[in-house]
């Protein structure tokens, strides 16, 4: 069993940053690809970013890709997301998520449907 917490969601103005982070319990972090999701009002939930187990593939949501980074730090069982130049259609829950074995060689899992765990959310507000 993995747990997940998300930490780092608040209110922010537009163009500002915040950091996500999503703390894990388990000793086999390393081997997990790890996702973000966000869900907005009245909307689906949606794939935002990914990283593979490795840390050395990722994959974003066209609209947040050089905007938003994520990484991870494998000995303190965390992963991250720096989102910067925030706008407001950024507004959402945003989801950590853990998949064991989904992805490819090259690229980390992008479908929910491949993703084992997930967190309660943190709300991130973006004013304009």
């Known amino acids: 069993q993995v747990q997940l917490v998300e930490s780092g969601g608040g209110l922010v103005q537009a163009g500002g940053s915040l950091r996500l982070s999503c703390a894990a319990s388990?000793?086999?972090?390393?081997?997990?690809?790890m996702g973000w999701f966000r869900q907005a009002p009245g909307k689906e939930r949606e794939f935002v970013a990914a990283i593979r187990w490795s840390g050395g593939n990722t994959l974003y949501l066209d609209s947040v890709k050089g905007r938003f980074t994520i990484s991870r730090d494998n000995a303190k069982n965390t992963v991250y997301l720096q989102m910067n130049s925030l706008k407001p259609e950024d507004t959402a829950v945003y989801y950590c998520?853990?998949?064991?074995?989904?992805?490819?060689?090259?690229?980390?899992?992008?479908?929910?449907?491949?993703?084992?765990?997930w967190g309660q959310g943190t709300q991130v507000t973006v004013s304009s």
């Open positions: 998520a853990a998949s064991i074995g989904g992805g490819t060689y090259y690229s980390p899992p992008y479908l929910q449907g491949q993703y084992d765990y």
């Open positions: 388990g000793r086999t972090f390393s081997s997990y690809a």
